[in-house]
């Protein structure tokens, strides 16, 4: 296989691992197997390999020497250290897009929202392409690559560890909500309310997980781990 075949197959491969890990098949925690997994995917160990560094190095997976990778993990404290970072990341990341935006991006954010309402009424297992849908077209329209770049792995990781969690579709209810609200904001080019909405939707996020990690199951959206 040519070094170009074998890398465009790495990249498919890492897209098929981050739908697994951010849908919750695989958990954190859960060692990869990489000769089951070539198996099942029918591919050799070398572009496996090549995907399991590219998700290691996003922070979806750890690698630890003489025992492989595994699904990334953290306990309580992690956890909010994990919401203290996106908290300060992405309130200063809806404050710019609030600056910055334009008629364009106001259309995208609205058209984010509108998909995630019409997806979430049909009863489609979604949640969490709809959430980072969302976030990254306020990330786009903040113009901060740098901010971006470390947003989109804190988001990953976050949804990562909800995904084995029960979320009530209340929550996502009021996620959705909290979205409109957030665009409304960015819209009216109101900086200080779209910075202070989004932090009380991270909020809301990070009580609703702990939340669930501490409580029994309960009614939750179908098949699906809610972003925020």
């Known amino acids: 296989m040519s070094e170009t075949l074998q890398r465009g197959l790495a990249v498919q491969i890492a897209e098929v691992l981050r739908e697994r890990l951010l849908s919750g098949r695989l958990t954190p925690g859960t060692r ?5 997994l070539a198996r099942e995917l029918g591919t050799s160990r070398g572009p496996l390999r090549e995907a399991v560094r ?15 990778a595994t699904v990334f993990a953290a306990d309580p404290a992690g956890v909010a250290a ?6 300060a990341l992405e309130s200063e990341c809806a404050r710019l897009a609030a600056e910055r935006r334009d008629d364009k ?7 984010a929202c509108a998909r995630a309402r019409k997806t979430i009424g049909s009863g489609r297992s979604l949640v969490h392409r709809l959430d980072l849908d969302f976030h990254r077209t306020l990330t786009d329209t903040a113009r901060s690559p740098r901010i971006g770049e470390q947003l989109w792995r ?6 990562l560890l909800r995904s084995p969690l029960d979320v009530p579709a209340a929550h996502t209810a009021d996620s959705l909500d909290d979205h409109e609200e957030i665009a409304a904001a960015v819209a009216d080019g109101d900086a200080e309310r ?3 909405l989004m932090r009380l939707h991270l909020d ?19 098949g699906a781990p809610a972003g925020g």
């Open 32 to 36: 990869i197997n990489e000769v089951v």
């Open 54 to 68: 590219q998700l290691v190095s996003e922070g979806l997976l750890v690698h630890t020497p003489n025992r492989g």
């Open 82 to 87: 994990l919401f203290e970072l996106r908290t």
């Open 105 to 111: 991006d106001v259309a995208a954010l609205r058209s």
């Open 154 to 159: 804190v988001q990953q990781q976050i949804i």
């Open 194 to 196: 779209a910075a202070a």
């Open 204 to 222: 809301r996020v990070r009580n609703q997980m702990a939340a669930s990690a501490e409580a029994p199951a309960v009614a939750s959206t179908p």
